[in-house]
T-cell receptor
Framework: KQEVTQIPAALSVPEGENLVLNCSFT??????LQWFRQDPGKGLTSLLL?????REQTSGRLNASLDKSSGRSTLYIAASQPGDSATYLC??????????FGPGTRLSVLP | DAGITQSPRHKVTETGTPVTLRCHQT?????MYWYRQDPGHGLRLIHY???????DKGEVSDGYSVSRSKTEDFLLTLESATSSQTSVYFC?????????FGPGTRLTVT
């Protein structure tokens, strides 16, 4: 059974810092990994999708990497801003087209 | 997002009453999902659909049923609501690679 963990559970940083969020999964036979952002009281917004053939994906200040052999993905946020404050979740396939979500990392970026 | 709407957005109902939540998509995605999100439990899959009239159970399906008679609509029914079903319910669609989420429905069972 696929299990997903995320470290740290919460993170508070001053504006401008670069930071790394971690996602670990137990079954490395995945075909992709997706990172989401969730603002309080809102739905999930897709940030990045990494397919199994890729090692990383970039979108603006965000960079996500995937290491299937070690069962890990990292989300790097450069030059953090208060608007980046949200909960970040990763999701991996469990079986077929089902997905398992990590518990999330709650990020606070202080002005 | 992928043009996903959920209705109602908020609902308060009494224990024992039936409740139906609707998810509507305009992207013609094959896969559709219902999740619930609770503090301390994260997002958990209730039911999913891999095509019209093709559905299957997820991790927490007890007390819930679903139907998908059209590609664009996926209904979640609580046959007899209980207080433990108070939660935020999210619908998602999938194109085989990515998932896209709706805005959520906050359901309170009193």
């Amino acid at each position: 059974k696929q299990e997903v963990t995320q470290i740290p559970a919460a993170l508070s940083v001053p504006e401008g810092e670069n930071l790394v969020l971690n996602c670990s999964f137990t079954d490395s036979a995945i075909y992709n990994l997706q990172w989401f952002r969730q603002d309080p009281g809102k739905g999930l917004t897709s940030l990045l999708l990494i397919q199994s053939s890729q090692r990383e994906q970039t979108s603006g200040r965000l960079n996500a990497s995937l290491d299937k052999s070690s069962g890990r993905s990292t989300l790097y946020i450069a030059a953090s801003q208060p608007g980046d404050s949200a909960t970040y979740l990763c999701a991996v396939p469990s079986y077929g087209q089902n997905f398992v979500f990590g518990p999330g990392t709650r990020l606070s970026v202080l002005p | 997002d992928a043009g996903i709407t959920q209705s109602p957005r908020h609902k308060v109902t009494e224990t024992g009453t039936p409740v139906t939540l609707r998810c509507h998509q305009t992207e013609n995605h094959r896969y559709m999902y219902w999740y619930r999100q609770d503090p301390g439990h994260g997002l958990r899959l209730i039911h999913y659909s891999y095509g019209v009239k093709d559905t299957d159970k997820g991790e927490v399906s007890d007390g819930y049923s679903v139907s998908r008679s059209k590609t664009e609509d996926f209904l979640l029914t609580l046959e007899s609501a209980t207080s433990s079903q108070t939660s935020v319910y999210f619908c998602a669609t999938g194109d085989g690679l990515e998932q896209y989420f709706g805005p959520g429905t906050r359901l309170t069972v009193t």
